[in-house]
């Protein structure tokens, strides 16, 4: 077990504790405790200063600032917030300071002090971030939708030129680079270059398809801001071909010549972390005056962990450090948790960057109750984790349509009462299986099942594929093609969802009539009536659920020790059926037990068995009598944005999200924990829609809750959203992309509007090689190419190195395009790169 001792040396802003409320700055008792609020200070000399309303979202890399944001709890707040008053309603305060990358210490420790002197004004109940420039959390960056700006001075026409960074895939992030230098260009970046007549967009060959929609949204922001006359697009590689009043500008102060671009796989915008499973749990302590930091164990972690006498710091390594303070831990180790917590980190030789959060017992973030594998939330506020109460008994498709809401939290689109087809994996073929054995599966076999329903406007389908536990792999890669096939067929209808067995999805079991039976072996050792022919008058099922919607059944060995008090089983001998049901059965468990056992059926209730009963299991025998509490770990819906760059998997969370939130160029994951519906725009990349499968699949391999693989995986294309998705969304709308502008077409509108303002003509040359890979190489100059091969970049491709110079450089060294050089035959291809000493 690590034991770490922190001391004086380990410390770096400065924290107090046990301020009085007389103490308390005059900025923060303007604070009214039971209203909503967003308000932002900053640290002058000394001081904390309200920053005016029209400033908030622009911060100043030099110095610090604190950020409060009070809410009901699990709502949204941001620069938008209006202060209002809020009774019955429990609210959540965060507190966040910020720290700019050229802070000066005494500000940041300043900083730091106001933070905990704001906790003990509102009762010692906030949780406090510490937060810094380029590695805010996700929950900071929510606070403004519109995006952030990182300066490092005010504007002014006679500091001219600047140079900006646009970061941020979700949120955008402007951020003003320290000078105007190649050196800070790279190829999965876009810069922008502000001049006293011209902006101009670089766009880097590997950018973010997100990234490049906020620079083309911020450049026409910042025209109209600082009155610019014109935008002009650059792009990576194609410097030579601005017009050549643009060209003389740039070259003014990025001299073309000098050009040095780093490829993507170095860039600083991919610095932030891999998602990652590891999580550890450490006790904190006071020995002596010294404090000691104890590893209690490793993940996965349960609520039950944490004891409210103590203080406890969750690690999740690069990713964030928690400290947890119990409620009835003294009030030195509340006001020390945070400072504790970054001894912690500079002990543990993290980065300086990384995230550091206190939590206090009872006033929970859900992002912190999400690293829990359970969590039970004593509250019973909405929104905290208590399932409201379903008091609808229609589930039709249009009354879905209508209360999208409601679809989403049953997880219901209708209620079943479509068509459905039905097919079986059969080596590599697919068998339809008549409708009277719908509902009986094997588990060594893999289904497919259409199904088809009526809406408000239109026929609609869906395509489910279910994967037996002992089916063969073989198998399974056969279903997974031949849902893609089917689906092409039919034009591609928008939802495909993998199913695997044991974490059937409500409506998956709806289609079945609560009727669903999973036997053991395969469809062909069982006849029509999906009796086994070795045991055709003898099966022994498990029955789960209590609706429609929950209801199956597994078979099982017929043995006494399979039995277990909180469920009904069915004993099936020929035509008749005893239903044995546990003690801690209900009502409607037992009427979906009847459901499996036909007509002839006899009841048998748990310590009321005949002796012959048992004997038909084998004999009496020990088993499960323990009451199971389903005790409320409901989990909100959360939505991220997966990639996976130079093999290295991350996800960023977009808290409160909205429909705006689902770019046409991205593929979105929404995780609503026992389902995983995977969004695909319309404009994703082919390699994100192929790779979108085994990225949810590492999405849930990489929780730190300790997730199940085999839930419920849902294929969304945009478009054929079904009300089980669209519901998680604020007032849905369907036409929203009607008239959605892409990156290519904002560029195109401000390229024309430039030139009808300025009178010139549009630069007809298209950014293009002619060839769709050439531009996705990583470039390099000239002289690096024509080293010999064992000393080339590890990603160079030595038999064609042409591959890697950028546009400009083709033309300049090989008098043509790659357009034209891909078509001359290949001797001819050979004597020009010999001679340009690239062979």
Not at 130 to 140: I, L
Not at 595 to 619: C, H, I, Q, R, S
Not at 629 to 634: A, E, H, S, T
Not at 776 to 795: G, M, T, W
Request: hydrophobic content about 35%; overall charge neutral; some cysteine.
């Amino acid at each position: 077990m690590q034991i770490i001792e922190l001391h004086q040396s380990d410390y770096d802003e400065s924290y107090s504790n046990g301020i009085s409320s007389s103490s308390v700055d005059t900025a923060f008792r303007k604070i009214n405790k039971s209203s909503t609020a967003f308000l932002i200070w900053r640290i002058e000399n000394m001081s904390v200063i309200a920053v005016p309303r029209d400033q908030y979202g622009i911060f100043y890399d030099t110095d610090s600032y604190v950020v409060f944001a009070s809410s009901p709890y699990g709502q949204s707040v941001g620069i938008d917030t209006v202060s209002r008053e809020i009774r019955g309603t429990p609210l959540e305060y965060h507190v966040h300071f910020w720290l700019g990358a050229s802070t000066a210490p005494d500000k940041s420790g300043v900083a730091a002090y106001k933070t905990v002197e704001l906790d003990n004004f509102l009762n010692g109940t906030t949780t406090q971030h510490r937060e810094t420039q380029g590695n805010e959390s996700a929950r900071f960056k929510s606070y403004f939708k519109n995006g952030l700006r990182i300066l490092t001075s005010e504007y002014s026409i006679l500091s001219l030129p600047k140079l900006y960074k646009v970061k941020g895939k979700c949120t955008p992030v402007l951020v003003q680079m320290d000078g105007v230098s190649w050196d800070r260009f790279n190829s999965a970046d876009i810069l922008l270059l502000h001049t006293s007549s011209t902006l101009f967009v670089w766009v880097g060959r590997a950018a973010d398809a997100g990234e490049k929609l906020n620079a083309s949204k911020l450049s026409t922001e910042m025209k109209e801001q600082y009155n610019i006359p014109n935008i002009a697009f650059v792009d990576d590689g194609y410097e030579k071909t601005l017009q050549d009043e643009e060209k003389k500008q740039w070259n003014k102060y990025l001299p073309l010549d000098k050009r040095h671009v780093l490829p993507e796989n170095e860039s600083d915008s991919q610095s932030f972390f891999q998602r990652s499973a590891n999580i550890r749990l450490y006790k904190c302590s006071e020995n002596n005056g010294k404090y000691r930091v104890a590893e209690v164990k490793n993940g996965p972690l349960y609520q039950t962990d944490l004891e409210p006498d103590d203080v406890f710091i969750v690690d999740q390594e690069t990713l964030g450090i928690w400290v947890w303070v119990g409620k009835r831990a003294n009030e030195k180790e509340r006001g020390e948790a945070l400072r504790n917590a970054r001894g912690f980190v500079k002990k543990k030789k993290y980065p300086n960057n990384t995230k550091v959060t206190r939590v206090v017992d009872g006033y929970e973030p859900v992002e912190f109750k999400m690293l829990f594998s359970f969590w039970k939330d004593e509250s019973k506020a909405p929104g905290r984790g208590v399932k409201p109460t379903v008091l609808v008994s229609k589930f039709d498709a249009l009354t879905m349509e209508e209360r999208p809401s409601l679809a989403a939290e049953t997880q219901l689109i209708d209620d079943g009462s479509g068509t459905v087809t039905l097919w079986r994996i059969k080596q590599h073929n697919i068998v339809e299986i008549p409708k009277e054995r719908h509902g009986f599966f094997f588990n060594g076999d893999c289904y497919i099942v259409l199904y088809s329903y009526q809406t408000s406007t239109e026929e609609r389908h869906l395509l489910y594929y279910w994967l037996g536990s002992h089916a063969t792999q073989e198998e399974i890669i056969y279903a997974n093609a031949k849902v893609m096939e089917i689906d092409a067929e039919l034009g591609g209808l928008g939802f495909q969802a993998r199913v695997i067995q044991g974490r059937e999805p409500s409506h998956f079991l709806q289609l079945f009539k609560g009727k669903l039976i999973v036997f053991k072996g395969k469809g062909t050792d069982f006849d029509e009536s999906g009796r086994n022919l070795k045991h055709p008058l003898q099966y022994f099922l498990h029955v789960f659920g209590s609706t429609l919607a929950s209801s199956k059944a597994i078979q099982m060995q017929p043995k006494a020790s399979h039995l277990n008090s909180n469920y009904c089983y069915v004993l099936k001998r020929g035509k008749h059926a005893f239903i044995w049901c546990g003690h801690y059965s209900t009502g409607d468990q037992r009427e979906m037990a009847k459901l499996f056992a036909g007509k002839d059926f006899e009841l048998v209730l748990e310590g009321k068995e005949k002796p012959e009963f048992f004997d038909m299991l084998g004999g009496k025998a020990v088993y499960a009598t323990q009451l199971i509490r389903n005790d409320g770990d409901v989990r909100p819906p959360r939505l991220f944005h997966c990639s996976k760059i130079s093999g290295v998997f991350r996800v960023e969370e977009i808290f409160f999200f909205n429909q705006s939130d689902l770019l046409p160029e991205n593929v979105m994951l929404l995780d609503f924990f026992n389902v995983l519906y995977l969004w695909t725009g319309n404009l994703s990349s082919k390699e994100d829609q192929r790779q979108s499968l085994p990225m949810a699949l590492e999405y849930l391999q990489t929780d730190p809750c300790g997730r199940d693989i085999n839930i419920p995986i849902i294929h969304i294309s945009q478009g054929c959203e079904p009300p089980t998705f669209a519901g998680f969304f604020p007032s849905w709308n369907g036409k929203l992309w009607k008239g959605y502008k892409s990156f290519g077409k904002r560029r195109q509108d401000i390229e024309l509007t430039n030139a009808k303002t300025n009178g010139k003509e549009i630069n007809g040359y298209q950014k293009s090689s002619g060839h769709s890979d050439f531009d996705q190489y990583d470039k390099y100059p000239l002289n690096i190419l024509k080293e010999p091969n064992d000393k080339l970049p590890a990603r160079v491709d030595a038999l064609n190195k042409e591959l890697h110079l950028t546009h400009d450089d083709f033309v300049a060294v090989l008098k043509m395009t790659y357009l034209e050089f891909e078509k001359l035959p290949r001797w001819k291809q050979q004597e020009l790169k010999k001679r340009a000493g690239l062979f």
